[in-house]
């Protein structure tokens, strides 16, 4: 690999926070779908391969305008893919609701 592109690859990056966006794209509704596709410019923002595969299979249901859900993105991430991430997408929504659980908490 080019070591420019290597090197641009390890810039800072959050594991955690990928999740979390993701997860509030499950957990929430069209307001939140919309603000997350405006954000988010690039696939290459995620540097998870997990989580990038969930981003472009929700930007596919988004464009088409079909609903978003658990399982209508699950199977598309697997049609896309092949990857079966249901399981990690579980894990999605639990540290979103943990983040919620976190900010109620600290008020």
Known sequence: MNEEIKEIKTLPHSEDAEKALLGCILKGDAREQEIAMAWVRSDEAFYNNDCKDVWVAFKELYRDQIDIDFITLSDKVQEMSGKQLAYFM??????HQALLMLKTMQR
């Open 90 to 95: 579980t894990g999605l929504t639990d540290l």
